[in-house]
Structure formats: C-alpha cells, structure tokens
C-alpha cells in the first residue's frame, strides 16, 4: 500500500542491555517522501541509535519501524533500500576513487558497463567528474566526504542516511557543502535524514527539524517553528541565541520578567508561571527613560554585521544584538515590542522521588536515613505498644508495601563539592541559564533526575552532592499494602 510517509517511526525505544540504558525513548516520527528531516541535539542524545535502528544496524526494543507503510524491524540492512554516509568517510584508502564507489555494484553483480555508467553519472552529481583514477589519499576532506556521498547514491537508496557527514571539515567546507547537499537533495527527489549537533546547519538545510534530548523528543516542526515557537525552554536554548528568563502572567496579554511588564502576544490565566524567550535581536536599546526596562552595559563585542552586547538589569542579564554600539559602563533602556516576546507555560520542576520507610519506621532515601518518622506524617499517626502504626481513625497501617513520595522544589535544592554531604549524589546533565539562576539537571547516580536551581554557575559534568532538608520536602503517602 502506497502512503505518503516513507517511513514512520511508532514509539521506538531502544535501551542497551548492558547496562540498561534508555538511549532512545518513546520515538514517533513520520517523514515523507522526499522529506529533508534533520535530528538535532546535543552528543548523546540518541541520533546515532535512532538512525541506526532505520538503517537496521540496530534492533529497537520496542516499537514499529515501517518503511512505506511495512514494518521493517526484521529486514537486515541490505534489503533496506536505505544507504548510509558517516562522518568518517570510511573510504578504502588503497582502491582508486572508481573501485571505491564501485565496491558494492560489483558485489551485487551489476554488468560492467552499467557500473561504469553509473559511477560516471553520481561522480557527475558530486562534481568530481574525471577523477576515477586518482587516489583516495589524494584528495581534500571535502573531497573524500563527497565520494562516500557518491559511494551511498550509486545504489539508488530511496533514504539516504547521513550521520553527521560534515563534522570532520573545516568551517568554510562546511557550509559549502552544506549548500551542495541541499542542492543534490533537491535534485534528486530522495529522502534524506540528517544527523547534527549543529543548530545553524539544522535551520538552513532542513524542511523539518527533530530536537531531541536525553533520548526523547522535545520539539518537530520547521526551522521557522522551532526558532519562533520553541516548545520549552531547552528548544528555546539549543536553537539559536536566546534570552530565557522565569515569569509571571500578570493580566490579559500582560507578563512580568526581567523586572518589567511587558504586553504580548501569549495568553495564559494571570498567575500562571512562565518562561519568557527573546531573542537578543528583538531587544532594542534606547535612552533610559524611554525603557520598558533599564540596565548597564557590561560588555560590548564586534560580530562584522552587528554588534553582542550584555546589559545587567538588576539581578538579570540580557543578551542584545544591535547595530548601535553604546559603550561599557553606559546607562540604556531596552524596549521589547510584544511580537518579539515568546512565552511558554513553564515546565512543572518540581522534584518527585520515592522513600523507603526502614524497619523503625524512619524514612529513607538512598540508603541514609531522613530525619523524620512516619507517625509525624500521618495524619494523627501514632504506634501502638506492638509497634503496628494507626492513623487518626486507629486503623491499622500496613507499612510493609507503603512509600512515601517526597516533593522538593529546584530552589530548596543546594548543589556542594563535597559530594558526601549530599543526601544524593550525581552529575550536571543539563544547564540553562535563566536570566536570574540558573536551572540544572542532575542526574543522579541512583538513576533520577534532579531539577535544582542555583545563582552560580557550574559546569556540564561536574559532579555534585545534592543537600535536600527534610524540612523542606513534602511526603505524601503512596502506595498502602493491604490490611
Ligand atoms: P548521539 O549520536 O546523539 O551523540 P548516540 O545515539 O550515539 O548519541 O548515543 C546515545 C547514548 O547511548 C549515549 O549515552 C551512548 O553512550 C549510549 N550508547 C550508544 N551505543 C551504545 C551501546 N552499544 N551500548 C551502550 N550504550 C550505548
Ligand atoms: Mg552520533
């Protein structure tokens, strides 16, 4: 049956069973025929995998791969027609550049003059006519890129595969070939699925764009939607330049951050707490009075079109790009028209874990014990003389089976040095700066992920203990064992 979408992807998962690993999490995608979709996200996030559970060099979990509508999990590689270009060409150094791309024609036994034909037509296609004689050690890296690329289309893939192809060249190749691959893409009708870590080549040679982190997906829409609507803030942070500050809605249309109110264009009940996106070139400088808000130029650097300036206003500080070119130390107002203001329901941070109650009834999180007891947090709890725990009602309480979950928020969360002193321990997987804090993800050794917010900055990777006070978590009781 013929569909529109040449392949779909329905909930794939792909953990590793060493180690049990999600690298890929609850994928669904649906790419059409002749699509140019780009994954986007930073080292680790799973693009790798996910390509590779299309190409077939990996199994998924669980979850549908279908190609045309069919599901493919069991098809091996070869009988996918589906080709793959690596960011390490990978290409036999001791064949000249014909043999190379006509390794795997030859296996399939195609005839000697269709392969020449064909060898002749993709070295054509990637602007390397005439060079079938020379030596793979001969050529430039953008050279040798652009065989492995003539190397996947002489089969005639119907998607062609390519996992980050231009990491290994230098900027200026880059972004030539960047424009030659688009151009090919759009020449030859295939469906490409693309592999970056690199959000400006995302945004110029995609139709759609997938941003994913940790495994799962954050964001699927065109270049001009996730740059104009990020979905959350991570979207808002990875995709260009931004400016992220926690807020309030104040009233209809009416937002509070970075010390001012602003009008725009989002509507969200008053209250509601959220994360506001600018984009440093939807600030414009003016004279204080004539502000929204005021602050001091702490930086000022030269781009060639622009200039990046940072203002400190209060606690918070914002990005700018202008062509004015006030001077360090120089008072200025910034005005923010509404359109240039993106407001997104802030995700909920609160932390959420489960606790063990011990043998006497105290509670315990990984493996040390909290300073409270489960009678202060049943209502009207107390322990009989057998030691059985009633509520309020003098029902007995089965605690055998029971947990508590314990509720933090990212503020009441401190992040030390001294890993020892924390109640957990783990390291930064994630960070974004949020005008006034910034907001870290830990994730813990113990597998679970902490949101904790904190004024300094810390680094990707470093390793910190988490100081959680017992006073400041809240315990509700979970899960009863039978009576
Ligand atoms: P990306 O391509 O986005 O940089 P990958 O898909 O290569 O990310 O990897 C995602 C995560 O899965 C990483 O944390 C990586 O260490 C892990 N991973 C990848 N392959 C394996 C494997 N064979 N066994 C265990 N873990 C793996
Ligand atoms: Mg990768």
Redesign the pocket.
């Given at each position: 049956m013929e569909t529109e979408n040449i392949i779909e992807l329905r909930h794939v998962t792909k953990s590793?069973a060493?180690?049990g690993?999600v690298?890929v999490n609850d994928f669904n995608l649906e790419v059409k025929r002749g699509e140019f979709v780009t994954f986007l996200?930073p080292?680790?996030?799973?693009?790798?995998?996910?390509l590779r559970m299309i190409a077939g060099f990996e199994m998924p979990t669980s979850g549908e791969i279908l190609l045309n509508g069919n599901p493919i999990q069991n098809l091996p590689p070869y009988e996918r027609p589906i080709n793959t270009v690596f960011q390490r060409y990978a290409l036999f150094p001791h064949m000249n550049i014909f043999d190379n791309i006509a390794f795997g024609l030859r296996q399939k036994k195609v005839p000697k003059d269709q392969i020449e034909k064909k060898v002749k037509r993709v070295l054509s296609l990637v602007d390397l006519e005439g060079f079938e004689e020379r030596r793979v050690t001969t050529l430039s890296g953008g050279q040798q890129q652009r065989i492995a690329i003539a190397r996947a289309l002489v089969n005639e893939p119907e998607i062609l595969l390519l996992d980050e192809p231009l990491g290994a060249l230098d900027l200026k190749m880059r972004q030539e070939m960047q424009l030659e691959l688009k151009e090919m893409h759009d020449h030859l009708g295939i469906t490409f699925i693309y592999?970056t870590?690199d959000q400006e080549e995302a945004l110029t040679m995609s139709d759609k764009i997938v941003i994913?982190s940790e495994?799962k997906i954050q964001q699927i829409g065109t270049p001009e939607d996730v740059y104009n609507e990020p979905k959350n803030a991570f979207v808002a942070d990875f995709v260009g330049e931004s400016n992220i500050f926690s807020g309030i809605m104040t009233g209809k249309r009416r937002v509070r951050f970075c010390g001012g109110e602003f009008t725009c264009v989002d509507d969200f009940p008053e209250g509601t707490h959220i994360t506001a996106v600018v984009r440093p070139e939807d600030v414009v400088l003016t004279t204080p009075e004539k502000g929204m808000i005021q602050g001091e130029v702490t930086s000022v650097i030269f781009k060639g079109m622009h200039y990046e300036i940072a203002v400190q206003s209060g606690r918070n500080e914002m990005e700018i790009r202008s062509t004015r070119t006030p001077k360090v130390g120089e008072q200025v107002g910034m005005v923010i028209e509404p359109d240039g203001i993106h407001v997104i329901q802030a995700a909920e941070d609160t932390n959420r874990f489960l606790v063990d109650i011990n043998e006497n009834y105290r509670l315990s999180y990984n493996g040390k014990v909290l300073d409270t007891s489960v009678t202060k947090l049943i209502r009207g709890g107390h322990r009989l003389e057998d030691g059985t725990i009633v509520d309020e009602n003098g029902d007995k309480l089965d605690l055998s089976r029971a947990k508590f979950e314990a509720e933090i928020q990212p503020s009441d969360i401190e992040m030390t040095d001294n890993y020892e002193d924390g109640l957990v321990e783990g390291n930064i997987s994630n960070l974004i700066y949020q005008g006034d804090h910034y907001s870290y993800v830990i994730h813990a050794d113990n597998g679970q992920d902490f949101v904790v917010y904190d004024e300094d900055l810390w680094n990707m990777n470093d390793r910190v203990g988490l100081v959680m006070p017992v006073e400041k978590m809240k315990f509700t009781l979970k899960k009863q064992g039978r009576q």
């Open positions: 590793f060493d180690n690993f690298a996200g080292s680790g996030c799973g693009k790798t995998t996910t592999v870590h994913m495994g």
